[in-house]
């Protein structure tokens, strides 16, 4: 079964960047759509991302549009996102989740795979 495991977050002054990696092991996630999703303290997760199998397409939260990155690497079995001018609002933790699909879903509930969280604290 594939595993999943977030890292990269951190504490961030405003307007910063941070890097979150999403690596797979025991098995691949080249034919999967991937999505990062977040969930802040006393709120529902909510989706931040995702990028199809082949990294071709790509979809983001409005609140998070120009200001992240999705991107995958299959051949490292790694998904990334890049997050750049970084607000206070995205303090959550970040969830890395995988879907044995080829397509994107915004959906939570679509994906099969989960990380279990890095946390991202961005200060004022």
């Known amino acids: 079964q594939v595993q999943l495991v977030e890292s990269g977050g951190g504490l961030v002054q405003a307007g910063g960047s941070l890097r979150l990696s999403c690596a797979a092991s025991?098995?691949?996630?080249?034919?999967?759509?991937m999505g990062w999703f977040r969930q802040a303290p006393g709120k529902e997760r909510e989706f931040v991302a995702v990028?199809?199998?082949?990294?071709?397409?790509?979809y983001y939260a409005d609140s998070v549009k120009g200001r992240f990155t999705i991107a995958r690497d299959n051949a490292k079995n790694t998904v990334y996102l890049q997050m750049n001018s970084l607000k206070p609002e995205d303090t959550a933790v970040y969830y890395c989740?995988?879907?044995?699909?080829?397509?994107?879903?915004?959906?939570?509930?679509?994906?099969?795979?989960w990380g279990q969280g890095t946390q991202v604290t961005v200060s004022s």
């Open positions: 989740a995988g879907r044995r699909r080829l397509f994107a879903s915004k959906t939570g509930a679509d994906y099969d795979y």
């Open positions: 025991a098995g691949t996630v080249s034919s999967y759509a």
């Open positions: 990028v199809s199998w082949s990294g071709e397409t790509t």
